[in-house]
């Protein structure tokens, strides 16, 4: 059994993609996660150690996505996933990362790639 804990839409500018306009300006960069962890212990003692600390979560996901510019979201899903399993209490992790300023020629509203990770 596992519990979800889910933050969405962390807001990040970040200088990834293929193209060199992309790494020269950036583009904004939205990430949702979704992490699997039982939260029992945390609930029983009220006791944040023993949990996720969300706030840590995100500020460590966000210096992810800021730093190294890769070429591709793949890349950066994978990158993020890491981060979230460097938690010891998640056992695995939804990680969407949403390129809506993709350099597509044609009107849409979002690039996204979702990915699943869970501990070996």
């Known amino acids: 059994m596992s ?3 889910a933050v ?4 990040v500018h970040a200088h990834h993609g293929v193209f060199d306009f992309e790494r020269r300006d950036g583009q904004t ?4 996660l979704e992490l699997a962890l039982d939260t029992r212990a945390a609930a029983a003692g009220d006791d944040l150690s023993r949990t ?10 966000v210096a992810a996505v800021e730093k190294d510019p ?7 899903a994978q990158r993020v ?3 979230c399993l460097g938690r010891d ?5 939804q990680v969407t990362v949403h390129k809506p300023h ?11 790639l979702t990915i699943n990770r869970s501990r070996p």
């Open 102 to 112: 993709a350099p597509i020629a044609a009107t849409f509203s979002d690039v996204a």
């Open 81 to 83: 996933a890491d981060v």
């Open 29 to 32: 960069f939205l990430i949702d």
């Open 89 to 93: 209490q998640v056992a695995s992790v």
């Open 70 to 76: 890769v070429d591709l979201i793949e890349t950066l």
């Open 8 to 11: 969405r839409g962390i807001e």
């Open 52 to 61: 996720v600390d969300y706030g840590a979560l995100v500020a460590d996901v």
């Open 3 to 5: 519990d979800q804990l």
